[in-house]
């Protein structure tokens, strides 16, 4: 892992690994502490506030915060929360490649009968939304949001088919 910010040893200050590379930073903005360190694998910053004003304090926790970082990727869990969006992208993805004509994985058709389904979930719950957010109680309005989101009358087996595409 690499760092891209220069420190000046007043409002930044490195956060080195046991093996004595900088691998994030604490950086001061008003009047608190923020840790931040490079994720390439995600290609962005995780960005947390230490919530203290000392800079002893926040090395402290900033050197823990690295510990239980570094061991989620060494674990390969994802620090940030994926969004709805890139989750549904990724999933059509895995299911794309179980597309055959020869009866082993699912028909074309299904795939996109399938896309159709998450497009229309993807209305309702919001692209953005992050993943680790979704309670079980946020789709109790889909069948409802459904009906009088479409200018057809949508029957309740297709409504059931989307609750099982949307479940897997």
Not at 7 to 33: M, N
Not at 45 to 72: D, F, P
Not at 142 to 160: C, E, G, N, P, V
Request: with cysteine.
């Amino acid at each position: 892992m690499t760092i891209k910010k220069k420190y000046d040893g007043i409002t930044s200050v490195p956060i080195k690994s046991s093996l004595g590379k900088a691998e994030a930073f604490i950086q001061k903005r008003g009047k608190y502490w923020y840790f931040q360190m490079w994720l390439p694998k995600e290609n962005r910053y995780e960005r947390r506030s230490l919530k203290t004003q000392y800079v002893e304090t926040a090395i402290e926790k900033a050197e823990g915060l690295l510990i239980e970082i570094r061991q989620k990727i060494s674990k390969g869990e994802s620090i940030g929360s994926l969004n709805c969006a890139y989750g549904v992208k990724r999933y059509l993805d895995y299911r794309r490649k179980e597309v055959s004509d020869t009866g082993e994985g699912i028909v074309i058709n299904r795939w996109k009968t399938l896309q159709l389904h998450l497009r229309h979930w993807l209305e309702y719950i919001g692209s953005q939304r992050k993943l680790k957010e979704l309670d079980i109680s946020d789709c109790l309005g889909y069948f409802d949001w459904r009906r009088q989101s479409s200018k057809k009358l949508i029957k309740a087996i297709t409504l059931k088919n989307e609750q099982s595409t949307i479940n897997s």
